[in-house]
């Protein structure tokens, strides 16, 4: 009797060929067959890019079966009696259709198959190209027949092989297909007696590289503790309600160190999937939740539902297998429930990172000397501080750095209570008064000194890291926003629209010669002085009369504009900074005199790497002198040395 298949184009294209789009998702339809079949053990052989074996001791085919079953698209199972197994496990499969996926794969397929208590092997081979001919032309496509004295493999017993030829993809990392099986089944491994093998090395759950990741676990009820031996020693923990309505789940939720740990070999595991029947059954869940608040950037979790496939119910898998009907009431069930699960693992969260921020927070001693001298109101608002900031991130040096504007924000908020009680001063307790007034200055002096050490630090890492093409780059970024990198005196320059119209028209007129070699040229006010900083490019070599020609007109057109205000004899520097100084500067002689009529046009010329250095020891003398240290100060450097160590 001759292997016979009938099949329309459309189901080829639509249900075969285009229904998989992963070599994962094709895989795990085999693996589900295979349990499907009572087997203990499937092993798989990758050959690179060439071939795919897929080997089973599952109860086998006899040529019947691979007619009637294998080869009968749309077969359903579970209509034909056959919802469990003579082992008793309950069947995965439902529509007959996930035998397709291995043409979305492979355009050579080669069936082997052994029936238990049966001597005959049956074995055909199937060609995608071949099947894609017939479906058009609307015949029976058989596959040929292969003699037992001509297989690739031979099997002893019973059981099914599967060979993948001409993948349709780049080479298989085997990896991956280990680590996303594992991740796509629960039931594989010891405790439901069914291994599942890639390249002779047994796939176990741990390779699902999830437990490792967290530092707190949900899990839903008692059968679903299990997986806390996964995960570190020192994980958090909790049980759950499994009970969904008349419904019982398993599984469990996590909660990452790191949200930056999710992201997996350019895999996102941020999402919740669902498993059925032991089967993953949908990616994610989680994202369907419009819920707010970070928290869930650190979530990810396993269900098992498989009240989901009940036999005689309506199936409630998608056509692709990879999703699940939204609008079932068993869908919406669990939605529901889990919805209310995340509202409160955001609250158990919350405390947990708080209390664990605290204990971590106070690991360090002047932290510690800090939080003990508030009183217990305080205390409860600092435990929420850390909890933010434990939360927010998890780099020790920008914790530190965060802790340390936690500190100054609560002196301030303490300040400000004793500032209200100024109405209770009187000439009989003038003490009181110099002690607010010395807190007021220590909070100045330490707030200044917390500005000093980020803005060092910011150089710092300027100075050291950025190439020369960077520092153009970065300080074009920058530099007008932060007028400090010219003059430590020099906050944020004012922005003055109709000033910077005056620079912008003069600056149209240039030459495009002069417009080529400059990056940026702008206006800014600060301190009651008026300032117009151009940027020229890093390669450009200019002379000094053609700097003083250049920014001599916008000074006299921004001169008339300030006239026109009454405001003539208000100052105006001209900041000129580039990346190399004039030639004639070589000669001693011709620098001293041209720097001189450089000064008397109040026009300073830097280049990027003098900039940055004079910024830099600007900073760095405040932050080598002896301050007058006050209690905060003294906090504060104290945590300094504990983000150097």
């Not at 002779?200 to 949900?218: A, P, Q, S």
């Not at 004639?584 to 001293?592: A, E, I, R, V």
Request: hydrophobic share 35%.
């Amino acid at each position: 009797m001759p292997y016979k298949m009938k099949i329309s184009l459309n189901v080829i294209e639509h249900l075969g060929i285009n229904l998989y789009s992963n070599l994962s998702a094709v895989l795990s339809e085999i693996v589900a067959n295979s349990w499907d079949a009572d087997a203990t053990e499937v092993r798989m052989n990758i050959d690179g890019t060439n071939k795919v074996e897929i080997i089973d001791n599952g109860f086998g085919m006899n040529e019947e079966d691979i007619n009637q079953k294998f080869l009968c698209v749309g077969y359903k199972k579970r209509d034909n009696g056959f919802t469990q197994t003579p082992k008793g496990r309950k069947v995965m499969g439902r529509k007959g259709i996930g035998k397709l996926s291995l043409f979305s794969i492979a355009n050579k397929i080669t069936i082997i198959s052994k029936k238990e208590g049966e001597e005959t092997i049956n074995a055909l081979v199937m060609n995608a190209e071949d099947i894609r001919m017939a479906a058009n032309e609307e015949q029976d496509y058989e596959p040929i027949p292969l003699e037992n004295n001509k297989l690739p493999k031979q099997i002893d017993n019973h059981g099914t092989i599967i060979i993948l030829e001409e993948l349709k993809r780049e080479r298989i990392q085997r990896s991956n297909i280990r680590m996303n099986l594992a991740r796509r089944f629960s039931i594989i491994g010891g405790e439901c007696d069914f291994k599942v093998i890639v390249d002779d090395k047994e796939i176990g759950i741990e390779e699902r590289n999830y437990f490792k990741k967290l530092d707190y676990i949900w899990y839903f009820g008692e059968d679903s503790k299990k997986f806390l031996e996964l995960c570190n020693e020192n994980i958090e923990s909790e049980k759950l309600d499994e009970h969904v309505n008349n419904y019982q789940i398993s599984g469990w939720i996590g909660n990452a160190k790191e949200s930056g740990l999710l992201q997996d070999q350019n895999e996102n595991l941020n999402k919740i999937s669902i498993l059925v029947r032991g089967k993953l059954a949908q990616e994610d869940i989680l994202s369907e939740f419009r819920i707010g608040g970070l928290y869930t950037k650190f979530l990810i979790g396993e269900i098992n539902a498989d009240f989901l496939d009940e036999d005689g119910l309506e199936d409630i898998a998608t056509s692709n297998r990879q999703k699940l009907k939204e609008d079932d009431p068993r869908y919406i069930a669990l939605k529901d429930f889990l919805k209310k699960q995340l509202q409160a693992i955001s609250n158990k969260r919350q405390k947990f990172k708080e209390k664990e921020g605290t204990e971590d927070a106070r690991k360090y001693e002047p932290i510690k000397k800090w939080y003990d001298s508030l009183d217990k109101d305080l205390q409860k608002r600092a435990d929420k501080l850390f909890g933010k900031i434990n939360q927010i991130v998890s780099d020790k040096g920008e914790k530190i750095t965060l802790i340390k504007h936690g500190v100054l924000a609560f002196e301030n908020m303490k300040m400000r209570h004793a500032l209200d009680s100024l109405d209770k001063v009187n000439d009989e307790n003038l003490e009181a008064f110099l002690e607010i007034f010395n807190g007021y200055k220590d909070i100045e002096a330490s707030a200044y000194y917390t500005i000093t050490s980020e803005r060092l630090k910011i150089i710092q890492s300027l100075k050291e890291k950025a190439k020369n093409n960077e520092k153009e780059r970065v300080l074009q970024e920058h530099i007008f926003d932060n007028l400090w990198l010219l003059d430590p005196s020099w906050e944020r320059g004012t922005e003055n629209a109709q000033m910077e119209e005056v620079i912008q028209l003069v600056s149209e007129k240039e030459s495009d010669k002069i417009k080529q070699g400059r990056i940026d040229i702008h206006y800014r006010q600060t301190a009651k002085k008026h300032l117009i900083i151009e940027l020229k490019k890093a390669d450009v070599i200019t002379t000094t009369p053609q700097i003083i020609e250049q920014l001599s007109k916008y000074e006299n057109a921004l001169r008339h504009q300030l006239k026109q205000l009454n405001e003539e004899h208000e100052e105006i520097e001209c900041i000129f900074i580039c990346g190399k100084l004039p030639s004639s500067w070589n000669d001693t002689t011709n620098k001293t005199r041209e720097q001189k009529a450089l000064k008397e046009m109040n026009i300073r010329v830097l280049t990027y790497d003098k900039l940055i250095e004079q910024s830099y020891n600007a900073y760095k003398e405040y932050m080598d002198r002896d301050q007058d240290n006050g209690r905060i100060l003294k906090i504060l450097k104290e945590i300094d040395k504990m983000d150097e160590q």
